[in-house]
Structures are given as structure tokens and as C-alpha cells.
């Protein structure tokens, strides 16, 4: 995984985080049990961007590590025949 993979990662993750925010405003004022519960978990998915976020700007050379290894593995398990 390349640093240029890497970053538009990271920039579609801040998208959805954005999407998700005006979401959560947009929804403010309606209700309803299904409404609530839709609510709940984007402020939840919200919140663990926020925390991986976090992280990857934390550790970059980690987040980069990971990746690999996960593009690896899934390289592995795609070219089995």
C-alpha cells in the first residue's frame, strides 16, 4: 500500500465522517423509534472514524503496516485457485 492509497483512504473516511455529521443534523428534529435507533448508530460509526482517525495520525507507520498485511492476506486468499 502506497502513501498515495494511503491518503485517499484517509480522505474518504473523513467524507463519511462529514456525511455522517450532516446526517445526524439533518435528522435532528424527526422522530420515531427507527429514526432513534439510526441515530444512534451513526453517532457510533461516527465516533469510531473519529477514533481510527485518531490512530492513523497517531501511528502512521502502523496504519501502514496493517494495511499491507491486510492487502496481503487478501492477496493470498484471491489468487488461490
Known sequence: MNATT???LMAELRAVAR????LLQATAEQTGERVEELRERAKNALEAARGIDDHVRKNPWAAVAIAAGVGLLIGLLLSRK
Not at 456525511?19 to 450532516?22: G, H, K, M, T
Open 6 to 8: 494511503s491518503e485517499q
Open 19 to 22: 456525511e455522517a455529521e450532516e
